[in-house]
């Protein structure tokens, strides 16, 4: 548990505004959701006294916050081998293996991301969810941010909100595609299997851009762009549009193996067992210097693999030509 302590006074700039706009202001490294459940529960006060969030404030109004932040639940903090990118007082940038868990949940309460970062760094138990900005699918690779202060994690998460970080992705997709392009369609929960989401008109708005980077004979290299972050968002545009991840078990098609191709092939795609997808770049300004920062993360060493067969098979059927 951690004791929040704060006290401000309102300025001339704040009076006559509303009590949870004030204190965003004045209180900056905290979100407005977590301020106005502090109003409510009346751990702010104005002059010691407990005020509702659309209450006007005046000059000189006495803002103080007594507050406790709980730490991150009872979640065990386990010793893990972590392929740090980037790291600093308010920061850390992760390279996410597969086959791994980011966040407990009922059937994964050890074992995930946030046990290891709580062992490499106890004091995210201070910041909600031990500072995990964004998640990854178990099966994808690549980049997430963790927030290691309260001021940095309500920095990152409204920049995440705004739509300021940048987000990009590469993948090998089923099929081949002609040109690039915009997928916008909203997404909610399937209406039949819970573990699934689906296109659906009711659904958060989800907007995912791409581009070829390679076509192969029955499949394509691509570089995808998130503009908005929902669950499965990736897998599921690209499965709607017919063109459903290598190895996707939960969005994929029927095995797409090249007519005639090497038997090296063949065995490489059967045995592809998650959703060829990994997080490549993440960009987005530093929540304490501003500056402008990005980080990349090779491919891993599966996806290495099958391009590099599905380029061998390419090759093979030019020289037959």
């Not at 006495?62 to 406790?68: D, G, N, Q």
């Not at 994929?252 to 005639?260: Q, V, Y």
Request: overall charge positive; glycine content about 6%.
């Amino acid at each position: 548990m951690t004791k929040i302590i704060l006290e401000a006074v309102v300025s001339e700039e704040g009076a006559k505004r509303r009590l949870d706009q004030v204190a965003a202001s004045l209180f900056s490294e905290h979100s407005r959701a977590r301020l106005q459940e502090w109003i409510k529960a009346g751990f702010l006060t104005v002059n010691g006294q407990k005020r509702r969030p659309k209450d006007l404030v005046s000059l000189g109004d006495r803002l103080i916050v007594s507050a406790e932040i709980q730490e991150s639940g009872e979640w065990e903090s386990e010793k893990m081998l972590l392929d740090i990118v980037y790291e600093d007082e308010s920061l850390i940038v992760v390279n996410k293996a597969k086959n791994l868990v980011v966040h407990p949940a009922v059937g994964h309460r050890q074992g995930t991301l946030l046990n290891g970062l709580l062992h490499h760094c106890p004091d995210l138990r201070q910041v909600p969810r031990a500072g995990i900005i964004h998640r990854l699918d178990k099966d994808t690779t690549g980049l997430l941010m963790v927030a290691k202060t309260l001021a940095a994690h309500t920095d990152l998460v409204a920049k995440l909100a705004r739509r300021e970080v940048s987000r990009e992705y590469e993948a090998v997709a089923c099929g081949v595609l002609t040109g690039g392009g915009t997928i916008n369609l909203p997404l909610g929960r399937h209406p039949v299997n819970r573990k699934k989401r689906a296109v659906s008109e009711s659904g958060q708005e989800a907007i995912t851009h791409y581009k070829v980077l390679k076509r192969f004979r029955s499949h394509t290299h691509i570089l995808i762009k998130l503009e908005t972050g929902r669950t499965h968002q990736i897998r599921v545009h690209m499965s709607y549009k017919s063109y459903p991840l290598v190895g996707d078990q939960l969005y994929g098609a029927r095995l797409s193996i090249p007519a005639g191709c090497e038997l090296s092939l063949a065995e490489s795609l059967k045995s592809f067992q998650r959703q060829a997808l990994h997080a490549r770049r993440l960009g987005v300004s530093h929540p304490d210097t501003k500056e402008t920062m990005h980080w990349e993360a090779d491919l891993p060493t599966d996806i290495k693999f099958l391009l590099g067969k599905l380029e061998e098979d390419s090759f093979m059927e030019r020289s037959d030509a």
